[in-house]
């Protein structure tokens, strides 16, 4: 057995408030501010969850059940971006209505208690075309990204239209736009110019003026109407972010795809899945050098990667996995604010002038980011996964934001390759806090990590996990380990389980854990407050203390009495229904389901969203009612432990499309109407082997993919109307090797010659999305 040691101990952190311009109050007497290391809501710490969602890159129609998905899944916050050139792409004529409806947008949001950061530019980058800047400022004798006077009466003019947009919805009018992003990556990062690609190669400059330019353009925001409490900037890479105006943000990718377009071969292993302390004056970091003391201003993140696009030259399947490891680098790490680019996942608009506003180096229509949700609503494992570790920041806020970052001795020499140690580190206020264990490491094979121990050195005792023997977690995950944590009364001295959530019912309290995968669980207690103990599916052993050790085939509940006469109750998941875990507030009730369907609630209506299941399984708690109705069957309940019962079996049998193969690499698909019968959105699937896949309609390019050997999936709903008239043709472009341009000819030829090349459509399939009420 491998035993792991950490001392805890000096765990006081300094906190204390941000003297700053950050912050802010409404008219209702709401707050925001800030301390040197975490966010204030109302005067409490708040836990900041952020996930990206561009409006302009979505249908409208569908905004509103997209921006309930992501509050379902612990979002509180969306940041956008304005994208310049999707809202004038010719000069003077500002488009703000469809899906570039930036009110409707932010109204939606508020309806939902979501905050909302509008990341304003004007350059954005975001793999849209030029970064986000009209082709026409190219034609303009000034240098873009400066102090330029010229330059900067277009951002005014900007400006000032976003700030007639969104007049009534700023926080301090009662809304819920509560942030600003200046710029992005100033003086790190441009774009090529896209109408020069391939010939001249002119690139959108960084930019030269430094933190006065951000200064500048905080000053034309605010006197556009942009005001708000928060102002970011984008921190890495020495981008300029002055401190006494904005907040620095960070983040950290693990897939790096803009690098093959330099001289690497391969990727390497990333140092983002080591542990580290990023508030901390006496630590440095790869990858974050600010230019301001660590530890005067929080670590707050906005760019985690929360996905990755594909680029042409690195075609690769993002692990799902990656997603949440990551999350639990950056607040293992000190983060009181996490932030997910993307968190949902979307397709470019085209232009009127220009017919993609992309970046060439990325699909031309196609922004789905393999994001937590995909660019047709898709919930993805990384949502579920990701929506454990936000039920748990948000349960424990108050506590959590206090902890401070303990790092083991050689945390810090640990390499990305060596996958034999064990990656551990821990957050800790006192005596009490919680262990993080990492086994993901991008770009490696990673393995099993089994029978380790870890022994947390306090001031006043050692804690060990577990009480003996040893522990073990499957390759590629993570967990988060509580110990000594308050359960309203009693002390959990430690458990081999990670925290959900709790919730009040009837006047008891309900803990929900769940056991990583891998790990058998197990609670630890001191016998002093407990007066009796039970447990279903669980084996108590007393001897002067209590360990519960629980099955990991199925839930187990733990009955607990304590000598005060309070009742406490532990329900402990497995791996797999952890990712099926929701908890919501129904008519003024908390409410918990375990269910395979994806989850809606909206004002009083439960919604289940259901892809490719042939029976929709719900277990909730409390108990909704004997039976309930879906979609107009009754459906009876049954007991099962802790939780009421429900099963929908669902007819998923589907007709009325016809494929038809041209060849190989080609195809066309012919609709009938029965096809969108009771359908809430069509996924059509197609596998394939090639280079690109691109989908047509009548000749019009509807959709394109960069070949990863994952299944290529289109959302066909919005193009019903043509596709029932018109169909759809597929084509694979050929993946050649060997290929060359013979260019002999005296006559002003040239001609491509192939000397192998590959395109195959496997199959084409069509997966529904449907939608199904509960009736209580």
Known sequence: MRNYSIDVKNTQKEIYPLNSKLGGVNAAGESYSFTNYYMEKNGDPFFGISGEFHYSRYNCDKWEDEIIKMKMGGINIIPTYIF???????????????????????????????????????????????????????GRPFDLRSNDQEYLSYVKRFYQEIGKQIQG?????????????????????????????????EWVPAGRDGDEHIIKLKELAYQAGIQTPIYTSTGWGGAAAPVEEVLPLWGGYAFWPWI????????????????????????????????????????????????????????????YESVDAMAEMKVAGGCNFVGYYVFHGGSNPKGKKTPFLNENATPKISYDYQAPIGEFGQIRESYKRLKRQHYFYKAVEESFCKTK????????????????????????????????INNYQDHVETKDQKDFAITVNLENEEIHFPKSGGMSLTKNECCILPFNMDLKGLNLKYSTTQFLTSMEHEGETYFFFFTPKGMSGEYYFDRNDIQEVQADNGNIISDGYTLIEVGNEDMSVIDIKLKSGKRLHICTVTNEQSLNFWKFSFRGKEQIFITNAAL?????????????????????????????????????????????????????????????????????????????????????????????????????????????????????????????????????????????????????????????????????????????????
Request: charged fraction near 25%; charge should be negative; proline fraction near 4%.
């Open 84 to 138: 310049w050139n999707h809202h004038e792409e010719e000069q003077g004529l500002f488009v703000w209505d469809g899906n570039k409806d930036l009110r409707k947008f932010v109204d939606l949001c508020g309806k939902h208690g979501l905050g909302v950061i509008l990341r304003i530019g004007p350059f954005a980058h975001g793999e849209a075309r030029n970064g986000g800047v009209p082709d026409w400022l190219f």
């Open 169 to 201: 919805f700023l926080f301090k009018e009662g809304g819920p736009i509560i942030g600003t992003q200046i710029e992005n990556e100033y003086e790190h990062a441009g774009a090529p110019w896209e109408m020069t690609n391939g010939t001249g190669n």
């Open 260 to 319: 093959f377009y330099g001289d690497a071969k391969e990727h390497p292993a990333t140092p983002e899945y080591i542990f580290r302390d990023y508030h901390n004056d006496h630590q440095k970091n790869e990858g974050f050098d600010p230019a301001y003391r660590p530890e005067s201003l929080p670590f707050a993140c906005c760019e985690m990667g929360g996905g990755m696009t594909v680029f042409y030259k690195y075609r690769f399947k993002l692990p």
């Open 405 to 436: 970052t303990v790092l083991p001795y050689n945390a810090k020499e640990i390499d990305p390759y060596d996958i034999e140690t064990l990656r551990y580190a821990v957050r800790a206020h006192k005596d009490s806090g919680f262990v993080f």
């Open 600 to 776: 809606l609630i909206d004002e009083e209506k439960i919604r289940l969203e259901s892809e490719g299941l042939e029976d929709i399984e719900i277990k909730s708690f409390p108990g909704l009612m004997d039976s309930i109705t879906i979609d107009g069957d009754e459906i009876r309940g049954r007991n099962h432990g802790l939780f009421m019962e429900y099963k929908k079996t669902i007819l998923n049998s589907h007709t009325g499309i016809e494929v038809k193969m041209v060849n190989q690499n080609k195809a066309v698909i012919h609709f009938q109407p029965e096809a969108f019968d009771d359908v809430k959105e069509l996924i059509l699937q197609i596998d394939y082997a090639g280079d690109i896949g691109y989908a047509f309609i009548d000749g019009e390019l509807i959709h394109d993919n960069f070949c990863n050997n994952n299944t290529w999936e289109i959302g066909l709903q919005q193009h019903k109307q043509d596709l029932l008239a018109k169909g759809m043709y597929i084509y694979i472009s050929p993946l050649k090797e060997g290929s060359f341009v013979k260019s002999d000819s005296p006559m002003a030829a040239r001609a491509e010659v192939i000397n192998k090349q590959k395109a195959e459509i496997k199959s084409i399939n069509a997966e529904a999305i449907r939608e199904f009420e509960i009736d209580l």
